[in-house]
């Protein structure tokens, strides 16, 4: 699924020119998608999609995922090799009931029912 998506963005998405890199902006000249940049693009889905929320930067979707992805049912284990995580035990403060409603929104739109 991830490989479909990212050859999708590659053949239909990605701005022209050439580059070694992969996200690139999405104005002329086209530069590598610096760290502030997905940080602001993610900042604008989420307020576009009226998800309110204190975090809003990129981290904040693998939070989301995560939490979707325990409270479907899914394994610690299953959850950590989704999310190609390298410490697992990070993962049950994801479960906790605060906020519930709001990660399962944000990981339904960027995690999807396809995910584990």
Do not use: W
């Not at 989301?64 to 049912?73: D, E, P, R, T, V």
């Amino acid at each position: 699924m991830m490989a479909q998506a990212l050859e999708r963005y590659l053949k239909k998405a990605r701005p022209g020119g050439f580059s070694p890199h992969v996200f690139l902006s999405l104005r002329s000249p086209y530069r590598a998608l610096s760290g502030n940049g997905v940080y602001l693009l993610t900042r604008s889905l989420l307020d576009r999609l009226a998800i309110a929320s204190n975090k809003r930067g990129p981290h904040s979707l693998r939070h989301a995922c995560a939490s979707y992805l325990l409270n479907s049912g899914l394994s610690l284990k299953g959850v950590g090799d989704h999310l190609a995580a390298v410490e697992i035990t990070h993962f049950p403060r994801y479960s906790c009931p605060a906020s519930s409603r709001r990660r399962d929104r944000v990981g339904e739109v960027f995690c999807g029912s396809n995910c584990g």
